[in-house]
């Protein structure tokens, strides 16, 4: 079984096509098979930004801005998040996050939306309806082009939904992966 967020699901996605006979189950979470304006623009937008800004809690900060949902934001502050998040974890080098944004952007090129219809994999989709990165009609897209795929909107939540509401998302993917 393959679990992927995000860039990882794009990753997921390409070894479902790849190695079908590898992946007994597949798991989607807030990822998309292809960039529209809005996530392009966004991704661009992250590269220019970590280039110039070197205090690495206000880039922190703007990414938390981006993946937290509404609810996540009310409870704690940007300042708070990103502290929690920088303690948590290092922060990637500049350039190493500027290659993962182009590895993201890059990967339109594999048109795998047009190739979607061939994972066998059964699929699980789950996608947010405040996420800024990939909004709903991403997850809504993937789960339209694969097979069979399950789709889980999570209503009120950003970009990672396994950070914002861990226990409804352990369930939701336990019940997928044991199921």
Not at 15 to 28: F, I, M, Q, T
Not at 59 to 83: H, K, T, W, Y
Request: hydrophobic share 45%; proline share 4%.
């Amino acid at each position: 079984s393959i679990v992927g967020h995000s860039l990882g699901g794009k990753i997921a996605m390409q070894v479902a096509l790849l190695a079908p006979a590898r992946v007994d189950k597949l798991a989607l979470i807030c990822s998309s098979a292809q960039h529209d304006v809005q996530s392009r623009s966004l991704m661009e937008l992250w590269i220019s930004l970590r280039e110039e800004i070197a205090d690495e809690l206000v880039f922190a900060e703007m990414i938390c801005l981006c993946a937290m949902g509404p609810d996540a934001l009310a409870q704690v502050s940007l300042r708070e998040a990103a502290e929690t998040w920088m303690k948590k974890t290092r922060l990637q080098r500049g350039s190493a996050f500027i290659r993962n944004v182009e590895a993201s952007l890059a990967q339109d090129s594999l048109n795998t939306l047009a190739q979607l219809g061939g994972i066998q994999a059964p699929t699980l989709v789950v996608y947010s309806d405040c996420d800024r990165i990939f909004p709903q009609k991403h997850g809504e897209q993937l789960v339209a082009a694969i097979p069979g795929a399950e789709g889980v909107l999570m209503e009120r939540c950003g970009h990672a939904p396994m950070a914002e509401r861990p226990v409804e998302f352990a369930r939701i993917l336990q019940s997928f992966l044991l199921g």
